[in-house]
């Protein structure tokens, strides 16, 4: 008894393995009838995906990538007669090719019980990805349209990922005379785009750095990758790739300023006058360069004279800029208020007279400074707060009150 018993559990344990491998049959004719039913064919494949007996087997996987390959054939085939396919069915299909081809080839290489390797679904795998390679393009933009960015990504990935695969360079001579395609360039570009759009700083950087070492609107990923890491505060890194965008483009000018406002931020203020002054050589007429200048010639190297010499000249190409106004009428205005405060520690009338009579010069130096930049940016409260104390240390009732009661509304 305990013998029979034996025998018939080897019978069922065959008779599941037959099983198991007539459903990889089964499920590609049920894709592939006149009229396929897809549905019943992906539930009968995931059994045999799924089986201990049959997972293993390179064909089962073959089998189901070739499912989805045939479903996204016949939508594809509406398309191509000029018929309106189901196009989310016929790219969702397409997207899960190759992960079944990548484990099927993965199975194919293993060496048989000789040790042996000999790959029976290689060929026809990379035939299919073959044909349908320049598809994954074509389904990256259509859910970049639909502003589904991680799907757009995925496809533009896969594109990559497929044209990288060992599968497809299997009999291929790749040298480096060899053309790059230029939809695996587009591929890299689109996927750093839509990466750019997914708030996943590991994706985005990962796309971008691998599209910015492309010769392919390079200067515009450079600035992406850069943006990505400002975002997520590396500053270290933010400012690796903005040195390498330089290098690359000595002429941007998103590089430059960048790095200048990193150098003053950081009190590198001699580093950063370095980069100012090759930003002038390369935009002499650019005022808003002087500007800067003159603001670390003043915050950072307290020299006043350099700096009322760049707010001068920023005045000079754009005299409507009205920082500038008001950062060299503070330069006079700072040294008033130092000499009016030397004057108030004078005991001797006379002496004290003169020296307040200097602090009122440099109020009415700054003074027109103030008043065109609180023209041009009236609700600046610095420009306010300047003219008001301007008014009143140089006598004008009737200007301090105006400026006193506007701020004092302005307040409430």
């Known amino acids: 008894m305990k013998k029979l018993g034996f025998t018939l559990g080897l019978c069922l344990v065959a008779a599941v393995s037959f099983g198991q491998k007539k459903a990889v049959a089964e499920a590609l004719k049920l894709a592939k009838d006149a009229k396929p039913n897809f549905t019943e064919a992906r539930t009968t494949i995931k059994g045999a995906l799924d089986n201990a007996e049959t ?4 064909k089962t996987w073959f089998t ?5 390959s045939l479903q996204f054939d016949q939508e594809n085939t509406k398309l191509m007669l000029g018929q309106q396919p189901d196009e ?6 397409l997207n899960e090719v190759y992960p079944y081809f990548s484990k099927a080839y ?24 073959k044909a349908n390679l320049p598809y994954y393009i074509n389904g990256g933009a259509y859910y970049f349209e ?3 960015y991680k799907k757009a990504y995925d496809f533009f990935n896969q594109y990559i990922n497929i044209s990288d695969a060992p599968l497809m360079k299997e009999g291929e001579k790749v040298d480096e005379t060899t053309p790059v395609d230029s939809n695996y360039i587009y591929a890299n570009y689109y996927a750093a785009i839509a990466a750019s759009q997914l708030n996943d700083h590991a994706i985005a950087v990962e796309a971008m750095t691998r ?7 390079q200067n515009e990923v450079l600035q992406y990758l850069a943006d990505e890491y400002q975002r997520a505060g590396d500053t ?13 483009f000595p002429k941007e000018p998103y590089y430059l300023l960048n790095l200048i406002n990193i150098y003053i931020n950081s009190n590198r203020n001699e580093k950063a006058l370095e980069y100012i002054n090759t930003a002038i050589q390369n935009d002499p007429n650019n005022a808003q360069l002087y500007d800067v200048a003159g603001r670390v010639y003043e915050s950072g190297l307290k020299d006043y004279a350099k700096a009322e010499e760049f707010f001068k000249k920023s005045i000079e190409l754009d005299s409507e800029n009205a920082e500038a106004q008001s950062n060299l009428g503070r330069i006079y205005f700072n040294q008033g208020v130092t000499q009016l405060d030397e004057a108030n520690n004078i005991a001797d009338v006379k002496k004290y007279n003169e020296e307040k009579e200097k602090a009122k010069d ?8 103030f008043e065109k930049a609180y023209k041009l940016n009236p609700d600046a409260n610095d420009n306010k707060m300047a003219l008001r104390s301007i008014y009143y240390n140089l006598d004008m009732g009737d200007k301090f009150k105006e400026m006193d009661e506007l701020m004092n509304g302005s307040s409430e």
């Open 106 to 129: 993965e199975l194919d290489k293993m060496p048989d019980a000789k040790g042996k390797v000999k790959p029976k679904y290689t060929k026809d795998m990379k035939a299919i990805l």
């Open 362 to 369: 440099l109020f009415r130096k700054a003074l027109p400074y």
């Open 55 to 58: 997972k293993d087997d390179a």
């Open 211 to 217: 599209a910015s070492k492309i010769d392919f609107k």
């Open 236 to 248: 270290e890194d933010f400012e690796k790739v903005l040195g390498e965008g330089l290098a690359l």
């Open 88 to 93: 989310a069915t016929m790219y969702s299909a």
């Open 146 to 148: 639909q502003r589904d």
């Open 64 to 68: 189901a990538g070739q499912i989805e």
